[in-house]
């Protein structure tokens, strides 16, 4: 599982660069089609990736549990195990995506991605230690036998939640910076970022950050006030 990073490192660039290097962007570009399309496509098809290499993980587990004698597979409870564990994979997914599409520069995606991750190890070092603000992260949801996930389960729905909410807002401003056609300036590039976040896109991205504060002010509450936050 710790090669999915480096998994959506090294895909998100093929993807979003794959129409330009092939020299079709000028015509894929005039398709009738708004800019969150392509972006999509190009996401879900790395979440497909994902998924894929889990469910491959998964089913040799499958096997070997067979192999070995032991025949009360639960497959239900493999497919929740695996949900919980590809969430943060497409987080860090689309923030590949997004890296690549602002940068709009290969080598700059690979290293702006690059220091995400190496910030993302460097915090807890240094005492960040709080999922709020360490992208993707969430509690651990260990499973027992007695019951199950327990009352885990809903920590991590909460962080997951919050930082789908804040994945959301990246896709809408990877939206509002798609090139499409000869790339302009940097500076026409923002004016024209500008432009695609008016109205719809201005209130959707409005009520997504009210929501992500309202969901980590609640989260806050619960780790912070509420309990107290203590890291293993």
């Given amino acids: 599982s710790t090669l999915f990073p480096y998994t959506t490192l090294f895909r998100s660039p093929y993807s979003v660069w794959r129409e330009r290097s092939a020299r ?24 497909a990736v994902i998924v894929a290499f889990m469910l491959i993980g998964m089913l040799t587990c499958c096997v070997v549990q067979l192999l070995r004698g032991y025949t009360n597979l639960q497959p239900g409870l493999y497919l929740s195990g695996l949900l919980i564990q590809a969430v943060p994979f497409m987080l860090m997914a689309v923030a590949a995506i997004v890296l690549q599409v602002i940068s709009n520069n290969k080598v700059v995606g690979y290293l702006l ?9 460097a915090l807890p070092p240094l005492h960040f230690e709080h999922n709020l603000y360490n ?16 009352h885990f389960i809903s920590g991590v729905v909460w962080f997951q939640t919050y930082w789908a909410l804040f994945a959301v807002m990246l896709i809408l401003l990877a939206a ?28 959707a991205l409005a009520v997504l ?5 309202g969901v980590g002010t609640w989260i806050f509450y619960n780790t912070n006030v509420l309990n107290e936050d203590r890291k293993s």
């Fill in 135 to 150: 992208f993707s992260n969430a509690p651990q949801a260990p499973h027992s036998d007695m019951n199950g996930f327990g």
């Fill in 24 to 47: 079709l962007a000028e015509l894929t570009d005039t398709l009738p089609v708004p800019n969150w399309v392509p972006l999509l496509a190009k996401i879900g098809a790395l979440f």
């Fill in 209 to 213: 950050g009210v929501a992500m504060a």
């Fill in 176 to 203: 509002a910076f798609w090139v499409r056609g000869t790339p302009p300036s940097w500076r026409g590039r923002l004016q024209q970022a500008r432009q695609n976040l008016r109205g719809a896109n201005a209130v």
């Fill in 113 to 121: 991605y690059v220091l995400m991750m190496v910030v993302q190890i």
